[in-house]
């Protein structure tokens, strides 16, 4: 057995732990760089802390999901305020996008240089300034994560800036944060911790260290997703979401995830849609789709890993991958998630949304290959 396990450098957990954030950003220096989502003023309490400690705030607003236009520019301005430490303070966009500027701040080339899949994809070759994630929802995991998802318009598809040292220097995890989440929010990015924690476990790279990860990843996100959603200052089902997401950004970075975060990609990078909105529409249809391979041919490993994830699911030793597909499809019900139609997809766009997500890195950890038309029957369910 061989494997590997990179994580943050440090990880911090628990309630309160964000009163921690002054000190551990004063360690590397006075001057900072926050990066946050496009209403700075909702962390406006953690922001004066800061600087009532003495550190000299610059803040990075983004609109909306990090695009290679917000790394260039948020690099820009880490060199302007002569940036000694970079924090990301928001959700997977923000902390997406600090992650991104933090690297790129420090690298001799333009982001095309390094970026995958519409770049070069070249090693990253100057080490970052050190990063700080501070997630304030529970979904994406990208505290604990290797790569920085960016929007490339042009391309019209999502892209990564990836290097092992860009894993955070220190990933600050407080649930407390999340407490005013707003349902549709933490609903989204709840289904997308599940998500990761589900993929990560069937893909064709799982690891006993990433298993372990996601077992208990699914249990914690399956007992509280919908408490959390229902009643938001429940910080017992607001720490279970927050350990999912965790976890989940710990098993993707090691163990890979599959179709429908290669889905994920050229659709965030074409529509407007939040990142856990579309993967909880995705993964009831591709779930089905993955089974139905299984079924058919010798993938003992992967019908397995299908049936032990449908018991984690249904809390029930005699469930099985038909009913998990039931499952999840109700539960995406009950939480109000919008289908992919919604997002102004049409029959016109799914062919080229099938060709681009057969090329996305995510889908080298599908448990098993998928056809163009099965490709297609999936989106055709999300819609």
């Not at 954030?21 to 909702?42: E, N």
């Not at 924690?197 to 919908?226: F, H, I, N, W």
């Not at 109000?336 to 049409?346: A, E, F, K, N, Y």
Request: hydrophobic share 45%.
């Amino acid at each position: 057995m061989t494997f590997e396990f990179a994580t943050a450098t440090r990880i911090l957990f628990g309630r309160g732990t964000a009163a921690q954030l002054p000190a551990q950003a004063l360690a590397f220096g006075k001057k900072v760089l926050v990066v946050t989502g496009c209403d700075p003023q909702r962390h406006l309490p953690l922001l004066t802390q800061l600087e009532t400690a003495g550190l000299q705030v610059t803040i990075f607003p983004i609109a909306t999901e990090p695009t290679v236009d917000d790394a260039r520019r948020g690099a820009a301005s880490a060199l302007s305020c002569g940036a000694e430490v970079v924090i990301g303070l928001g959700g997977g966009s923000a902390v997406d996008a600090g992650k991104a500027i933090a690297a790129l701040a420090r690298q001799p080339h333009d982001l095309l240089h390094y970026l995958e899949v519409v770049g070069k994809g070249l090693p990253l070759e100057g080490k970052p300034l050190p990063y700080i994630a501070v997630p304030t929802t529970a979904g994406t995991g990208a505290e604990v994560t290797r790569n920085a998802v960016l929007v490339s318009a042009e391309h019209g598809v999502k892209a990564s800036l990836r290097h092992a040292s860009m894993l955070p220097t220190l990933a600050l995890v407080d649930p407390e944060l999340a407490r005013d989440c707003p349902p549709a929010v933490t609903a989204a990015s709840g289904m997308d911790a599940l998500t990761q924690c589900l993929e990560a476990y069937v893909s064709c790279k799982a690891q006993p260290l990433t298993d372990a990860l996601c077992v208990d990843g699914m249990r914690r996100a399956v007992r509280s997703l919908e408490k959390a959603v229902a009643h938001g200052d429940d910080l017992e089902a607001r720490e279970d979401l927050a350990l999912a997401a965790l976890y989940s950004g710990m098993a993707l970075a090691n163990a890979g995830l599959g179709a429908v975060h290669g889905f994920a990609a050229p659709i965030g990078g074409s529509f407007k849609a939040a990142h856990g909105a579309v993967c909880a529409a995705l993964l009831p249809p591709v779930w089905a789709a993955n089974w139905a391979v299984i079924q058919k041919g010798a993938h003992p490993a992967a019908r397995a890993r299908f049936e032990t994830v449908a018991r984690l699911l249904l809390k029930d030793e005699a469930a099985t991958p038909d009913q998990a597909t039931d499952y999840l499809q109700g539960l995406a019900q009950r939480l109000g998630i919008p289908s992919l139609g919604s997002h102004g997809i049409t029959e016109s766009h799914l062919d080229d949304i099938a060709t681009q997500a057969a090329k996305a890195s995510s889908m080298k950890g599908n448990p098993v290959p998928l056809t163009h038309d099965e490709l297609l029957d999936i989106l055709r369910a999300a819609l």
